[in-house]
Nanobody, 116 residues
Framework: QVQLEESGGGLVQAGGSLRLSCAASGRTFNSYAMGWFRQAPGREREFVASIRGSTYYADSVKGRFTISRDNAKNTVYLQMNSLKPEDTAVYCC????????????WGQGTQVTVSS
């Protein structure tokens, strides 16, 4: 069982930056792939970024967002720069076991609001 808790969301002006954190419980954090997803009102949840060894990004955030992890702290981060109003959403982190097709564990999410 893995529990995930996000923090770092808030209100920021367009062009600004935020860093989200996701703290995970459990002793085997470094064996999980970690991802960030977001869901805006009236829209489906969408993939933002993931990391295990390599990193992957949605086209909409490439060059602006950076995902990283600190296995010693059981934490994954999402550095978000050059934020746009269309980045406004609830951001959730998720964990996927090695070999699994789907993400097994999800956090509650943190709200990010970008004003124009």
């Amino acid at each position: 069982q893995v529990q995930l808790e996000e923090s770092g969301g808030g209100l920021v002006q367009a062009g600004g930056s935020l860093r989200l954190s996701c703290a995970a419980s459990g002793r085997t954090f470094n064996s999980y792939a970690m991802g960030w997803f977001r869901q805006a009102p009236g829209r489906e949840r969408e993939f933002v970024a993931s990391i295990r060894g390599s990193t992957y990004y949605a086209d909409s955030v490439k060059g602006r967002f950076t995902i990283s992890r600190d296995n010693a702290k059981n934490t994954v981060y999402l550095q978000m720069n050059s934020l746009k109003p269309e980045d406004t959403a609830v951001y959730c982190c998720a964990a996927r076991r090695t070999g699994a097709q789907e993400y097994d564990y999800w956090g509650q999410g943190t709200q990010v609001t970008v004003s124009s």
